[in-house]
């Protein structure tokens, strides 16, 4: 996997990760990548965790949220400057 990944960024390709699993934070996504000998950033990753805090972030959203989910989720909240109970 790492070697095509390597091949499609070489032939200038824009790579990005995208999952809909919210137990990870887009940091433990790339701790898992890295022992995978994956390279990538964090923007190139894209969860649900992560785009439920860029969503209330975008919206000012200025209460506690109330998560419903694993570390992960609640990493990405904290990241976003959402506060969560």
């Not at 070697?3 to 824009?14: D, F, N, P, S, T």
């Not at 894209?46 to 998560?67: D, I």
């Amino acid at each position: 996997a790492a070697e095509a990944v390597e091949l499609l960024r070489y032939m200038g390709k824009q790579i990005y990760f995208v999952t809909n699993n919210s137990t990870k934070s887009r940091a433990q996504y790339m701790q898992k990548f890295k022992e995978l000998d994956l390279k990538a950033s964090s923007g190139e990753i894209f969860g649900s965790a992560y785009a439920a805090a860029q969503y209330l972030r975008g919206k000012w959203f200025r209460k506690k949220a109330y998560c419903i989910g694993e570390a992960g989720m609640m990493e990405e909240m904290k990241a976003a400057g959402i506060k969560t109970l």
